[in-house]
């Protein structure tokens, strides 16, 4: 029990300092909004966090590493965070990682370090495309420092945007602007949208595919160490399952 504690106390230390670090970069973001438009925002500010173990936080017993994830759909799991990047023109993964966190903001990082420590062998990337999950102002700055250019949602997009939205360009950007509005302007253009709608047909499938075709839903084994060995092993199937696909006839 003591054992217990101590991990639910040190877990909560680091969920505090991930959500600290978000809510300061919600008030920054609030408060650029306030000086370039020279409004107050409507709405309450965001709540900061608090600190500490939660009456809701436990440890699992059977596999400690894992954590409590929000599924789609509603509900919660005992789960990992399964990460993977694919190439645009080939479909191939070329980079995949497990993680404990059920938040992907903190996914973007580690990706680019991956990305970098092969680019020898894979040579380097010059766009990375992601959905909303993935965006903050932290994320866009490492792309940037990496020389990779990045396009990812701020929000969830109109499924049937106007005629004249999906045609035009977009209004000339404010002075001032943050990475956050750069980078949104960016994706806004006709070259960005036609370049952020590969993301639903490389990656999306990518996962659909794995999951429904080749039956892989939930790990077998235990631990981050393994389980991170178990999911590499199923992107190298993958891998396998396309380079067939995409051998000469």
């Known amino acids: 029990m003591?054992?217990?504690?101590?991990t639910?106390?040190?877990?909560?230390k680091e969920r505090y300092q991930r959500e600290k670090a978000e809510y300061e970069e919600k008030i920054a973001r609030r408060a650029a909004k306030e000086e370039a438009?020279?409004?107050k925002l409507g709405g309450k500010p965001p709540k900061p966090p608090e600190p500490g173990a939660r009456a809701s936080d436990q440890v699992n017993l059977t596999d400690e590493e894992s954590r409590i994830m929000p599924v789609a759909g509603g509900g919660f799991k005992?789960?990992?965070n399964a990460q993977a990047a694919a190439d645009a023109a080939t479909m191939l993964i070329v980079a995949t990682g497990v993680s404990q966190a059920p938040n992907d903001k903190e996914q973007v990082e580690p990706m680019l370090a991956t990305l970098k420590a092969q680019a020898g062998v894979l040579g380097t990337v010059e766009c990375l495309i992601a959905d909303s999950g993935y965006c903050s102002?932290?994320?866009?700055k490492a792309c940037q420092a990496a020389d990779i250019d990045p396009l990812i949602a701020v929000a969830r997009d109109e499924h049937h945007p106007g005629w004249r939205e999906r045609h035009s360009e977009p209004?000339?950007?404010?002075?001032?602007?943050t990475p956050v509005q750069a980078m949104s302007h960016r994706r806004k253009t006709k070259e960005g949208r036609a370049r952020y709608a590969l993301r639903k047909q490389?990656?999306?499938?990518v996962f659909g595919i794995i999951k429904s075709v080749m039956g892989f839903r939930r790990f077998s084994l235990r631990g981050l160490k393994k389980v991170t060995g178990e999911w590499t092993l199923v992107c190298m199937a993958w891998n396998l399952k396309r380079l067939a696909v995409l051998r000469p006839q």
């Open 202 to 205: 490389t990656i999306e499938p």
């Open 171 to 177: 209004a000339s950007l404010p002075e001032g602007a």
């Open 2 to 6: 003591a054992a217990a504690k101590a």
């Open 137 to 140: 102002a932290k994320n866009i």
């Open 37 to 39: 438009t020279g409004k």
């Open 78 to 80: 005992q789960a990992y």
């Open 8 to 12: 639910i106390a040190a877990r909560a």
